[in-house]
């Protein structure tokens, strides 16, 4: 099946620091990946789409430069997070699209912990 | 726009026995996929169950089912023979159906379901 993979899956960053989360899809090309932020027992809240080659689009009160996404290849996405803070810390998800069957599939990364001291 | 509503923050379930989950949207689109997904500890999301809401049928996979109402907009999700393994987060989401890859998911808030031995 599908895999999409994260890296790291865990990160410490010192406050004012800027942090880089990479999010792959390993066996399928994706054209679209998603970008998702989890708080603990809360649901995923999507972030940004990005598709390869062009900008990414940001949901509602995202901040675009401070959460820089580039997809640069069909495979790859990454998710800058700039002069992190405190309130930056959480769990960010990605996931990636193939269409199979007719059907696009949505395959999520195993998720990335961002603690920022 | 599409809203889901988890009315249930919190189940249990007894080994072996079954369990409904309940979910209910809000769209004024005809065609639309429903899903669910599961959540362990590990926090990797995982595809249970897909709907297509043209279809009349409810899906099945395995121990899981849906009774899915279009009208009503409901999407319940049965768990049957419940294992030790069940016990995670429940996320029903929605997404729309034409268009390509860029429509994203829209999730509830989630049910945690606890199966007790």
């Known amino acids: 099946g599908a895999v999409v993979s994260q890296h790291p899956s865990r990160v410490i960053c010192k406050s004012g620091t800027s942090v880089k989360i990479e999010c792959r899809s390993l066996d399928f090309q994706a054209t679209t990946m998603f970008w998702y932020r989890q708080f603990p027992k809360k649901s995923l809240m999507l972030m940004a789409t990005s598709n390869e080659g062009s900008k990414a689009t940001y949901e509602q009160g995202v901040e675009k430069d401070k959460f820089l996404i580039n997809h640069a290849s069909l495979t790859l996405s990454t998710l800058t997070v700039t002069s992190a803070h405190p309130e930056d810390s959480s769990f960010y998800i990605c996931s990636a699209t193939e269409r199979r069957g007719g059907i696009d599939e949505q395959y999520f990364g195993p998720g990335t912990r961002l603690t920022v001291t | 726009a599409q809203t889901v509503t988890q009315s249930q923050p919190e189940m249990s379930v007894q080994e072996a026995e079954t369990v409904t989950l309940s979910c209910t949207y809000d769209?004024?689109?005809?065609?639309?996929?429903l899903f669910w997904y599961k959540q362990p500890p590990s926090r990797q999301m995982i595809l249970v169950i897909r709907?297509?809401?043209?279809?009349?049928q409810n899906a099945t996979e395995n121990r899981f089912s849906v009774n899915f109402q279009k009208a009503a907009k409901s999407f319940s999700l049965k768990i049957s023979d419940s294992q030790l393994g069940d016990a995670a987060m429940y996320f029903c989401a929605y997404r729309r159906s034409s268009g390509g890859s860029n429509y994203k998911l829209t999730f509830g808030k989630g049910t945690l379901l606890t199966v007790n031995p």
């Open positions: 709907q297509e809401a043209y279809k009349q």
């Open positions: 769209t004024s689109e005809s065609d639309y996929y």
